[in-house]
Structure formats: structure tokens, C-alpha cells
């Protein structure tokens, strides 16, 4: 197991909202705010905003990531975008 | 499958346990809407030996080790069906 794998749920919470560089296996590099880390595999779960105003989405799998490296933390309007990426319609009404 | 048992280092203590598997829950429940999120679209896979490939995401088993996926693009042709072991994958995008 590597020492990101290795890490808590607690720890892994620390990431979450923020802007991160990842360095993975084989020298791929990642960039992108944390939405979250899969307590089970340690998957890294990244957003990046597009120009086009989608998202797109990366995960690296937790057995590749290498190195996290935080650059950023989000102000309330990317956590409030970050929070609502996933939430199905009728949650999202709800919350408001 | 995976481990039955989740790694924690705080089982001492009865509030700090609690305090881990509530982010524990958060963190899981996140990780598993985008994977709803996921289902029928194009997503691209970084594989290990500088592979790329894409396919249609179906599904992913609980403990995330792998991933149904259906036209998978490859450079031997079209799989229509086939699983990815996630142990051979190093990230995958898609957008949102």
C-alpha cells in the first residue's frame, strides 16, 4: 500500500475543496479541485472548469497517485459548484 | 474483493471513530453519484504502458476493483462488452 492509500478518512477530508497537482505513476500529471477521495480505493476525485462552462471530471486510482500537492483552497462559490456536481435535481431544490 | 475490514487508527476512541466514519460516509457517498453520473457516457482511460482507450461506463462493482464498460475503443478494433480491471488503469476523465 502506498502512503496515499494509507491515509485516513480524516486526512483525505483535508483535500477535499481544494486545488490540487497530482503526480501519478508512469509521470502523468493531474490538476484539478478535489470533489472527494473514495474512502474504499483511495481514487482521487478531481473537477476542472472547461470555457466551454462544462466540467470535466478526472479520477486518478488510488494505487497510481504518487505525490498530492495542494495549491489552492476554493472560495464559497466553487465549494457551493463542487457541492452540487452530483446531487440529483430534487436534493438540489431542497437545499436551496 | 477487497479488504473486509476498512484501515482506521482511531478505534481507541469512541468520538474520534464516530467523527472518521461520518467523512467516511461523506466521502463515499460523493464518490458514488459521480459514478451514476458516469453511466452511459464516454469516458477516457489512461492505462498503464501509455494506453489510452474509451468506452460507454456501465458499471463498477463495490469495492471498485472493476469496471463494466460497453464499445470499448481499442487499437485491435470495437469490443462491444468487456471489463477493465482497475489495478491496470492509472485515471479516467469524462465531462460533465
Given at each position: 500500500m502506498t502512503a496515499w492509500q494509507k491515509k485516513t478518512p480524516l486526512e483525505w477530508l483535508t483535500y477535499v475543496n481544494k486545488e490540487v497537482g497530482v503526480l501519478a505513476a508512469e509521470k502523468h500529471k493531474y490538476q484539478g479541485w478535489v470533489l472527494t477521495v473514495d474512502p474504499v480505493s483511495a481514487n482521487i476525485l478531481l473537477a476542472h472548469p472547461l470555457e466551454n462552462g462544462k466540467m470535466s471530471i478526472s479520477a486518478v486510482l488510488g494505487h497510481a497517485v504518487q505525490d498530492v500537492e495542494i495549491l489552492t483552497e476554493a472560495d464559497d462559490e466553487m465549494k457551493e459548484k463542487l457541492a452540487h456536481l452530483f446531487m440529483p435535481e430534487e436534493m438540489r431544490r431542497c437545499s436551496q | 474483493l477487497g479488504p473486509s475490514s476498512l484501515f482506521s487508527k482511531v478505534t481507541a476512541n469512541a468520538a474520534e471513530l464516530e467523527r472518521e466514519q461520518q467523512g467516511r460516509v461523506a466521502l463515499r457517498?460523493?464518490?458514488?453519484?459521480?459514478?451514476?453520473?458516469?453511466?452511459?457516457r464516454p469516458v477516457s482511460f489512461t492505462m498503464y504502458e501509455k494506453v489510452s482507450v474509451t468506452a460507454l461506463f456501465g458499471a463498477s462493482d463495490i469495492d471498485v476493483l472493476n469496471f463494466q464498460v460497453s464499445e470499448l475503443q481499442t487499437p485491435l478494433g470495437v469490443q462491444k462488452e468487456a471489463v477493465l480491471r482497475c489495478s491496470d488503469i492509472v485515471a479516467y476523465s469524462f465531462e460533465l
Open positions: - | 457517498e460523493r464518490y458514488l453519484r459521480s459514478l451514476l453520473a458516469m453511466v452511459g
